[in-house]
């Protein structure tokens, strides 16, 4: 449990500041960011890491750990509000 929330909480702040840069140089980025926020503020973190580790391996036919699903999930999860605080 520690393990997830270090790693998530790094890895979601590095995302989320790369983002913050990105988005002030196109406005065109700035709007997919946009989305990219509403999206994942917008919907349960359970349904995204459904979706992470249930839907995504068949989609692109690969197997995902499930320590690398959810580190990842709450890596986009996180970097999304950390994202919106830095805007």
């Not at 196109?26 to 997919?32: G, L, Q």
């Not at 359970?46 to 692109?60: D, E, F, G, V």
């Amino acid at each position: 449990t520690l393990l997830y929330s270090i790693s998530a909480t790094i890895f979601g702040f590095l995302l989320g500041i790369l983002l913050t840069i990105l988005s002030n140089f196109s406005k065109y980025a700035a709007f997919i960011i946009e989305v990219y926020i509403s999206i994942l503020r917008g919907t349960p973190l359970l349904l995204q890491m459904s979706i992470i580790y249930l839907a995504l391996p068949k989609i692109i036919n690969i197997d995902i750990p499930i320590l690398f699903a959810g580190i990842f999930t709450l890596s986009l999860n996180s970097s999304a509000y950390i994202l919106e605080h830095l805007k």
